[in-house]
């Protein structure tokens, strides 16, 4: 097979506005807007996202034990991060402690979830870039053209273990996709001995593929001089902000419960917080241009989409999380934990590592940690046990966190006596990570488009500041014609549109 | 003796879509109207995801038809298209922020696995006008068409 390639000719534009679509011309406008200067460089970049309009008012008024199958339909991509956030948000609202057996149950479902999302983001998203090159034709960067350079019987892993992790997560939550089993202070489904067995040899196989998918990024990214060159580009894509994520008491990372904790610049712990207290850390800022808002560090402020411990921007997610921890709980995992860490010592990084696409190596590790932690929630032979729904009280107002794929997820319902929802307010991980995915864009395309002189694989190297981040912005519609797109404008500085590029 | 149930061919109806996003539901309230007339040897599916979900959902039918909105230039809500997956060449992408759209998916199948992937698939397109705002309800034209919709997709289903 011919090399990646990872850079293509620019030519020379005469627009002075490039507009980046990344969501789909049907979902909405999701779009990155490059204006450029007299010069022809970069002069500022917005990445704009949409929303779906209404669900707050959708849910005001319903019985709050609706809010985990409700909540999970915002998301096609990762509704069962939104059934876990949601389900410990009930706990919280019903004063209710779910059972041991209760919460092995949903920290396995949740392992299932992380399989086959960090799979489906690495091997269908992130690999084109890696395998075929940031400037391969877009008609080839695609996940077909990954399979046709690393052959079916790889492809045909990489759909089997992603179908493990929807197994996983049909067995204990009812459904693959959308789940229900959750409730507040348990589960409504046990397991029964065969299902754990079953669970258990496929969660064998996912520490072996895990195994398989590091050395794979070792191969493909580490191994590779002009790809290090990329990932280590300080222009480009290296940004110093604070850190947010999910720990255990032993400052180990976790996906499932435990304390939000945020690191500074440097790696010095600056909060640490339990969920009801997350009103006291975050607040949000508003931008004219988006309708998304911008989370920020409340006591360090907003200071605009700059890096930098003046300005209380800060990113969550793999990178994020490996960041604020310090490491995993599982063997495998922690080796290349340990192993990352070494790597960044000898570039000089003693702290938390800033350059933004040293997410995918985060999210590998992370994809090695949920299959180890599946295998040993599925090895637990008391997880059959029948003890699966503790007490609950009378509802009131609660706050539940986890962790998504995607970064730290926040859900908050107040419920009336009659556990009618009288409020809900959510924070999603894409929401958390909006400024600094922002800043990203911004940096990137200030570093690569330079004297008028554009081309796709420029333009796809300022989408993977973003990309990495596995954003998530419009959740929820799957009509046909929709889909990922990538549509880029490029514009006068007066805003009128003088060519597009297209993908689809 | 003749194997009955290896020789049957395995039908599958696949509503796509988000029950609470308007029109964006209409896959899933199509399913759930076929579901209710126990059509013999043909299973229902709701999938309110897309990409990869699909391809796990699809694989060991010979005949799946998928119901699912569209927005097309010029259409009128609750028009209805039968399209196949050469209709969608051009959707397979590239690398995207987001995932993997069905297109793409399917092409993945047929790669990876195409022993298993249905001899016939077919959608059934549905012209949609709201899927921005959350709601349970679809708009009234799509409304009015999902009737027209079963009929047709039951109809489509007892050739063999």
Known sequence: MAGPIINDTPTKTKERQITIDPITRLEGHGKIEIFLNDQGNVENAYLQVPELRGFERFCIGRHVMELPVLTNRLCGVCPAAHHIASTKTLDAVFSATPTETATKIRELFYMGQYM??????????????????????????NVLGVVDAVGVPIGAEVIKHRSYGQKVQEITGGRATHPVFGLPGGVS??????????????????????????????????????????????????????????VDKAGKSNFYDGDIRVVDQDGKEVEKFRPDEYLDVIAEHVEPWTYMKMPFLKKV?????????????????????????????????????EFFK??????????????????????????????????????????????????????????????????????????????????????????????????????????LIKDWMVSPGLLNKVEMAFRCYDPCHSCGTHSLNGGPALEVNIRRKDGSVLKSLKNF | MVDVVSTRVKK????????????????????????????????????????????????GY???????????????????????????????????????????????????????????????????????????????????????????????????
């Open chain 1, 301 to 337: 402020g907003w200071k605009g989409l700059m890096p930098g411990k003046g300005n209380g921007i800060y990113r969550v997610g793999p990178l994020a999380r490996v960041n604020v921890s310090n490491g995993f709980t599982t063997p495998l995992a922690q080796k290349e934990y």
């Open chain 2, 12 to 59: 599958l109806v696949l509503g796509v879509g988000n029950p609470i996003l308007t029109d964006d539901g209409v896959g899933i309230f199509v399913a759930r109207e076929l579901k209710k007339l126990n059509l013999p040897g043909v299973e229902i599916e709701e999938l309110p995801a897309s990409g990869l979900e699909l391809l796990d959902m699809v694989v």
């Open chain 1, 342 to 447: 070494k790597t960044i010592k000898d570039l000089g990084v003693t702290g938390p590592l800033h350059f933004t696409l040293a997410f995918h190596w985060a999210r590998v590790m992370e994809l090695q940690y949920a299959a180890e932690r599946m295998l040993e929630l599925a090895s637990d032979k008391k997880i059959t046990s029948d003890d699966i729904r503790g007490p609950f009280g009378q509802p009131k107002e609660g706050v539940g966190i986890c962790e998504a794929p995607r970064g730290t997820l926040i859900h908050h319902y107040a419920s009336d006596k009659d556990g009618l929802c009288t409020k809900i307010n959510m924070i999603v991980a894409s929401t958390n990570n909006y400024a600094a995915s922002n800043a990203s864009v911004r940096q990137a395309a200030k570093a």
């Open chain 2, 62 to 160: 010979d005949k799946v038809i998928i119901v699912d909105a569209i927005r097309t230039k010029g259409g009128a809500p609750g028009d209805f298209y039968t399209l196949t997956e050469d209709d969608f060449i051009r959707s397979v992408h590239g690398a995207s922020p987001h995932g993997i759209n069905i297109p793409t998916a399917l092409a993945m199948g047929r790669r990876i696995v195409p022993e298993k992937m249905p001899s016939e698939l077919i959608f059934v397109a549905v012209e949609v006008e709201d899927i921005e705002n959350v709601s349970d309800k679809m708009t009234p034209k799509v409304a009015k068409a999902v009737p027209r919709i079963v009929e047709f997709v039951a109809e489509r289903l007892k050739s063999r």
């Open chain 1, 116 to 141: 086959h999302s960090h799979i489906a983001h690495f091997y269908a998203l992130a690999a084109p870039d890696f395998v075929l090159g940031p400037s391969a034709p877009a008609n080839k960067r």
């Open chain 1, 189 to 246: 489904k046990q397991i029964s001995e065969e299902e754990r067995a079953k669970m258990e040899e496929m969660a064998m196989s996912c520490v072996k593929f895990g195994e398989f998918t590091i050395k794979l990024f070792h191969d493909l990214v580490l191994g590779n001089k002009d790809y290090m060159g990329l990932v280590l580009n300080k222009d480009a894509y290296y940004l110093e902000t604070y850190y947010m994520g999910m």
